[in-house]
């Protein structure tokens, strides 16, 4: 079992049954009962009175639970009797699902799509991250969050009036944008709350994105989009995979953003992640960064003569040279972020991004200790 840097899932113990559903997970008794999800109390394998509170469905007796969260933090409870952590005051990045529907088929997705209607997963998301009561940033993902147009703007609006502290970094392949009205609606909602929507565009040829995405026409209307939003003022994240058919892309997908479209506030390049899809084709998708390292630094020194800023996404720092590395940020969340034994010993482990969980076996690209030199020794 590799150990990642946060452990999200418990098997609960049988003996304390909680039925499937989100929670707001608390480690001390609270003395009111929360507006939007119902509460449990965890406490250690000995605890056994029950606490004299209305406000608590439930209690488990888990210290290894116990010794895992902090006190206000969200979990899904399973009907196989597994909590997972979904957001938690302690990580790096917290992200929620609000759908599996996609209309891109990408062929590296790390979430593959499903068809059926799920449009409850917004409702628990909002619910959860209303009970969250963050002042941080929290990931949107799917799926395409987009597709479910009114039912999105219903989304934004229950957490912007119900978590006004709250940021949210949405990701979404920018198609539904191509619709003005639509486009309109998000900027509004833009204004009341700080949101970002991080928006892939993988080539400036239409036949090359829209191969890599796997959908005719979506080329079209991420361009479209790309420029309604940008227009109307909403902050959009550029984000770009390097893949065996785009990595001489880079540069000028930067250049092209820069000079035709607006209101991009970051440019990140993002090393493939072996799961999902991307799995099934990686021989054919993914090159090692050394390959590419050229047209690497073309595209940053594209993207700094633009002044925009720009980041490095799930580079480990020994894959990248020096010049390269105050440009990798830690990107990875840390339910799935692990570093192997060969990093042990490394003296810049602590800034390096590290490893997906997903990178083991064949899909592992082997990691080199750095050691700096101090005070010319």
């Not at 469905?57 to 909590?83: C, E, F, P």
């Not at 001489?248 to 072996?274: A, H």
């Not at 960064?289 to 580079?315: H, K, M, Q, T, W």
């Not at 894959?319 to 692990?338: F, G, T």
Request: aromatic letters at 8%; charged letters at 20%.
């Amino acid at each position: 079992m590799v150990e990642t840097i946060r452990k999200d899932v418990f098997q609960l113990p049988p003996e304390n049954p909680i039925a499937a559903g989100h929670y707001l997970l608390r480690t001390t008794v609270p003395d009111s009962s929360n507006h939007y999800l119902n509460q449990i109390l965890i406490k250690d394998d000995v605890y056994s009175p029950k606490p004299n509170s209305q406000c608590i469905t439930g209690v488990v007796r888990s210290s290894g639970l116990l010794g895992n969260i902090s006190d206000g933090d969200i979990g899904v409870v399973n009907a196989n009797g597994t909590l997972r952590v979904i957001l938690s005051r302690n990580a790096n990045h917290n992200t929620v699902l609000v759908t599996e529907r996609c209309n891109n088929r990408c062929l590296f997705c790390s979430q593959p799509p499903k068809e059926r209607d799920d449009d409850h997963l917004l409702v628990q998301a909002g619910l959860a991250i209303a009970a969250f009561q963050s002042d941080d940033i929290i990931g949107i993902s799917g799926g395409e969050p987009l597709l479910y147009r009114e039912k999105f703007l219903r989304f934004l609006d229950f957490v912007i009036l119900h978590a006004p502290s709250t940021s949210l970094h949405i990701l979404s392949n920018g198609r539904a944008f191509s619709d003005t009205g639509f486009a309109s609606e998000i900027a509004k909602r833009c204004q009341d709350t700080s949101i970002t929507f991080g928006i892939p565009l993988y080539s400036i040829l239409g036949s090359n994105h829209d191969r890599l995405v796997g959908a005719h026409g979506a080329y079209r209307d991420t361009i479209n989009g790309l420029i309604n939003a940008g227009n109307l003022g909403i902050p959009i994240e550029l984000r770009i995979i390097p893949t065996q058919q785009n990595y001489k892309d880079i540069s000028t997908i930067v250049e092209f953003s820069s000079r035709c479209l607006s209101n991009i506030v970051q440019v990140s390049i993002m090393n493939l992640e072996p799961t999902g899809w991307a799995k099934n084709s990686w021989h054919n998708l993914y090159l090692s960064p050394s390959s590419y390292l050229d047209d690497l630094r073309n595209g940053i020194e594209a993207a700094i003569e633009a002044s925009l800023p720009v980041c490095l996404f799930n580079f480990p720092l020994c894959h990248i040279p020096e010049d390269l590395w105050p440009y990798a940020v830690q990107s990875i969340s840390d339910w799935k972020n692990y570093y192997p034994n060969e990093c042990s010993q490394c003296q810049l482990k602590s800034k390096c991004p590290g490893y997906f969980t997903s990178s083991r076996g064949k899909f592992h690209h082997p990691p080199r200790r750095i050691e700096q030199c101090v005070n010319g020794t």
